[in-house]
């Protein structure tokens, strides 16, 4: 089985940062895609930034030039780094991983809890 923990959510002033991290734990043989999604109550979970393999990023449209992805395989951990943030930044965060599990040759997505982010204007 494979867990994600996410930390460094909190609240922060507009114009502020925020690091967000998630590790992997459990079971694991190799993992792929690592990304942020975040979620609003009453809206649709949108991809917030992505990191597949070491280099390949994309990012959603609102956060390019203000968030910034990257990942430490040997810890199995993926961040965000959050500047400029914005009152709509505000919502809870979730960290997403292709995982391939010991003995397996396929990956599965694994999702974290979540940590809210609240960015006061």
């Known amino acids: 089985q494979v867990q994600l923990v996410e930390s460094g959510g909190g609240l922060v002033q507009a114009g502020g940062s925020l690091r967000l991290s998630c590790a992997a734990s459990?079971?694991?043989?190799?993992?792929?895609?690592m990304g942020w999604y975040r979620q609003d109550p009453g809206k649709q979970r949108e991809l917030v930034a992505a990191?597949?393999?070491?280099?390949?990023?994309n990012y959603g449209d609102s956060v390019k030039g203000r968030f910034t992805i990257s990942r430490d395989n040997a810890k199995n951990t993926v961040y965000l780094q959050m500047n400029s943030l914005k009152p709509e930044d505000t919502a809870v965060y979730y960290c997403?991983?292709?995982?391939?599990?010991?003995?397996?040759?396929?990956?599965?997505?694994?999702w974290g809890p979540g940590t809210q982010v609240t960015v006061s204007s």
């Open positions: 997403a991983a292709d995982v391939r599990t010991w003995g397996l040759v396929t990956y599965l997505r694994y």
């Open positions: 990191i597949t393999g070491d280099v390949g990023r």
């Open positions: 459990g079971s694991i043989g190799s993992i792929n895609f």
